[in-house]
C-alpha cells in the first residue's frame, strides 16, 4: 500500500509488518503489511466504509485456520477483536465473530447445550466457520445457524436468519468483502456431563487420527462427491511426501505439515505436486478448502 490512508481509518487500531507465520496456524507467509483490528461492530463497519469510499484493497483475517498466505500481502488486512462473551437466551447461543471455535462449542457444552459437538476439534474464530459453513463427524455450521449478523461490502449492516443457498459444502456467500460479526446457534437442551463426554470422544478423535502436534492449517482440500480426499491422497503414496520443511502427513493425507520453518514456497510446489499427482492416479482434479493468500 503506497498512497496514505486516510485519517479516519487510522483511527482505527492497528499494527505493521506482522509476520503471518505469527498470525495463522501453519505458520508460513511474508508479512502482513497492515493489521486493522477494530475492538467494536462500529469500528468495523467504519473500516469497510472507508475502503469503499477509498476504492482500498482489504481482506478477512480470523483466526488463521484454513489459510495459507504465499508471500507479503499489502492489502489491508481485518482481524477482529471484539470481547469474546456469549451470551444464551434459552437454546440459543449468541457469540461475536472474533470468539475462538472451540472454546464456543465447550462454552455450550458447559451450559448444557447440545448441537455444536461437532465443532469441538475445529479450530480458528466463529467467523471463519460460519463464512466456510465449518463442519465435521457429518455435520455443519448452516444446520444449528438461527440468525447471524454481517457487513456487506458497502458497509451496511444486516441481521438476518439463514436462506436456501446461502451455504452450501464448506462454502457461504460470505466472501468478497462480507464480514461476519456474530452469529446465534439454535441449540437442544440436554445432559451437561454428556454433552461434555461427547465434546471430549470427538476432540480424542481428531487428535488420534489428526498432526495436531505439527502446526498445519486443517484439511487442505475439499472432498469429492462420494470421496474422501485424505483416502485419494494416500492411495497415491503421497503420505511422507516432503519438500524441505513442509510435508504430506504420514498420520492423515489431507493435512501438509510444517516441520518448523518451511516456506511459502515449499508449501506451493507440495500442494501442487499432490494435486498432479492425485489427478494422474485418480483422474480426479483436488479443489482446496484452505484459502489462499498471494502477493
Known sequence: MTRPLPDDLLQIPHRRDL????????????????????????EAQAFVRACAREGLPWRVLGGGSNL????????????????????????RLTAPASHGHIALAEAAAATGLSGLEFASGIPGSLG??????AGAYGREWVEVLDRYRFLTPAGDMVEKAPEAGEFHYRWSFLTSGHVVLSATANLVEGDPAAIRARVAEYREKRGTSQPLSKR?????????????????????HLKGLRIGDAEVSPEHGNFLVN?????????????????????????????????????
Do not use: Y
Open 259 to 295: 516441520h518448523g520453518h518451511a516456506t511459502a514456497a515449499e508449501f506451493a510446489e507440495l500442494m501442487e505436486r499432490v494435486r498432479t499427482r492425485v489427478r494422474e492416479v485418480h483422474g480426479v482434479d483436488l479443489e482446496p478448502e484452505v484459502e489462499i493468500w498471494r502477493e
Open 68 to 91: 495459507v498466505v504465499l508471500g507479503d500481502i499489502d492489502a489491508l488486512v481485518l482481524r477482529l477483536a471484539l470481547p469474546k462473551t456469549p451470551h444464551r437466551e434459552g437454546n
Open 216 to 236: 498445519n492449517a486443517g484439511c487442505i482440500f475439499k472432498n469429492p462427491p462420494g470421496q474422501s480426499a485424505g483416502r485419494l491422497i494416500d492411495q497415491a
Open 128 to 133: 471463519g466457520a460460519i463464512r466456510m459453513n
Open 19 to 42: 509476520p503471518f507465520s505469527k498470525l495463522t496456524t501453519l505458520g508460513v507467509g511474508g508479512l502482513c503489511r497492515w493489521l486493522f483490528e477494530p475492538t467494536t461492530e462500529l
